[in-house]
């Protein structure tokens, strides 16, 4: 069994930070690639930031320069570094991981998402 549990949301002015954590747990063998995805209200789901298991990155055009992604391997977990952040950010974020389990069973596992608002 996998769980993958986010943490780290909360409500922030316009301009401010927040970090946002994700943790992959149970039968592990690799996890490959950990996105970060959010939907607004009334919009549809969006990616906004991959990291590969060699740390290589990308970025919804959104986000690029306010927010960075990264990850500690060892502890299987993920996390986003948002900055400058401004109202339309405000949504639910989601984190995935594509993995592969004990079983060598690729899958895809989703969080139960973490409600960010920015707003005075």
């Known amino acids: 069994q996998v769980q993958v549990v986010e943490s780290g949301g909360g409500l922030v002015q316009p301009g401010g930070s927040l970090r946002l954590s994700c943790a992959a747990s149970?039968?592990?063998?690799?996890?490959?690639?950990m996105n970060w995805y959010r939907q607004a209200p009334g919009k549809e789901r969006e990616l906004v930031a991959t990291?590969?298991?060699?740390?290589?990155?990308n970025y919804a055009d959104s986000v690029k320069g306010r927010f960075t992604i990264s990850r500690d391997n060892a502890k299987n977990t993920v996390f986003l570094q948002m900055n400058s952040l401004k109202p339309e950010d405000t949504a639910v974020y989601y984190c995935?991981?594509?993995?592969?389990?004990?079983?060598?069973?690729?899958?895809?596992?989703w969080g139960q998402g973490t409600q960010v608002t920015v707003s005075s």
């Open positions: 149970g039968n592990i063998l690799r996890i490959d690639v």
């Open positions: 995935n991981a594509q993995l592969t389990d004990d079983y060598k069973i690729p899958s895809l596992y």
């Open positions: 990291i590969t298991s060699g740390g290589r990155t």
